[in-house]
């Protein structure tokens, strides 16, 4: 059975900075696309970053291009989301997910992710 669990959310000030994390059971994270998206209530899920199977390739959405930065740790089964200068409007629940295909490379499609976490809570306050 595929899990994934999101941690290392929050609460921060403006200007501040989170790292979270994607951990992966039942599956092996390095051979598929991996995104993260954010949720706003009375929003649809937006997405955010990904990184493809290879991890040679990130695409980033353009709220958070310049801020966030994604990355694998392969030895220990993740994807990280480092998350720079936040500011109020990242407040949200963030999801990891992975993509339906194997070796799968960046997508931004929600359709394309079959198994998520069960989110995250990013608050940016002061």
């Known amino acids: 059975q595929v899990q994934l669990v999101e941690s290392g959310g929050g609460l921060v000030r403006p200007g501040g900075s989170l790292r979270l994390s994607c951990t992966a059971s039942?599956?092996?994270?390095?051979?598929?696309?991996i995104s993260w998206f954010r949720q706003v209530p009375g929003k649809e899920r937006s997405w955010l970053a990904c990184?493809?199977?290879?991890?040679?390739?990130?695409m980033y959405g353009d709220s958070v291009t310049g801020r966030f930065t994604i990355s694998r740790e392969r030895i220990k089964n993740t994807v990280d989301l480092q998350m720079d200068s936040l500011s109020p409007e990242d407040t949200g629940v963030y999801y990891c997910?992975?993509?339906?295909?194997?070796?799968?490379?960046?997508?931004?499609?929600?359709?394309?992710?079959?198994?998520w976490g069960q989110g995250t809570q990013v608050t940016v306050s002061s």
């Open positions: 997910a992975r993509n339906i295909r194997l070796l799968s490379a960046c997508t931004n499609n929600p359709t394309d992710y079959g198994d």
């Open positions: 039942g599956v092996t994270l390095n051979t598929y696309g």
């Open positions: 990184i493809s199977a290879t991890g040679g390739r990130t």
